[in-house]
């Protein structure tokens, strides 16, 4: 079964609000990055955060790990019709080489 | 650089037949990966080599099997195609271990089976 699980499953939103999605996992891990998708495309690379890290900033993304709780959560500020795309979480599932995702959150940001 | 280059783009299948997904990086990466995308699952693991000589399965391997061919080249294989393997099919490498460093992802082959 896959490691990580997306929330919401789809949100949508107005240019300029803030966006949130959430990520739960199920084992340990050493490190969670989001991606982004953009219509079938292949996947870019957002942010990495490491197990013992608990937020991490990038531009306008804002992601926090909770290993607690094993979950984590994408904060997308000042949102931009140009963010419309599909956000998964990927994790290692604390094999150092596995790479699993979610199934994603689709965010589609209204001009 | 091209990154990681995929091919064919599109591809469609006849019920049984073969065909091999071609993989390329050129970025030296150690690790590689075969996912396939599929409406309302997300990506989900097929295969994946931790580097050049070893590869694992990961969570959907039945119906595929691999070949890490050196550090830059990871085919994918369909012995015997079936409907249900009509899919977007990624492959990705990352640098040291896929936790550890980003994946770099290729844009995909479109393969149906009819």
């Known amino acids: 079964s896959q490691q990580g699980e997306e929330d919401p499953q789809a949100l949508s939103i107005q240019e300029g609000e803030n966006a949130t999605m959430n990520c739960s996992y199920k084992?340990?891990?050493?490190?969670l990055q989001w991606y982004r998708q953009n219509s079938g495309r292949g996947l870019v690379h957002l942010i990495l955060i490491r197990s013992n890290e608990r937020e991490k900033h990038s531009g306008r993304l804002r992601v926090t790990l909770d290993t607690s709780k094993k979950s984590s959560s994408l904060l997308i500020t000042a949102s931009r019709a140009a963010d419309t795309a599909s956000y998964f979480c990927a994790t290692d599932g604390g094999s150092n080489y596995k790479l699993t995702f979610g199934k994603g959150t689709l965010l589609t940001v209204n001009p | 650089n091209a990154g990681v280059t995929q091919t064919p783009k599109f591809q469609v299948l006849k019920t049984g037949q073969s065909m091999t997904l071609q993989c390329a990086q050129d970025?030296?990466?150690?690790?590689m990966y075969w996912y396939r995308q599929d409406p309302g699952m997300g990506l989900r693991l097929i295969y994946y080599?931790?580097?050049?000589?070893?590869?694992d399965k990961g969570e959907v391997p039945n119906g595929y099997n691999v070949s890490r061919l050196n550090k830059r080249e990871f085919s994918l294989r369909l012995e015997s195609a079936a409907p249900s393997q009509t899919s977007v099919y990624f492959c990705a490498s990352s640098g040291y271990g896929g936790g550890y460093t980003e994946a770099f992802f290729g844009q995909g082959t479109r393969l149906t089976v009819v």
């Open positions: 970025m030296n990466h150690n690790s």
């Open positions: 084992t340990s891990i050493n490190n």
């Open positions: 080599s931790a580097s050049e000589g070893t590869t």
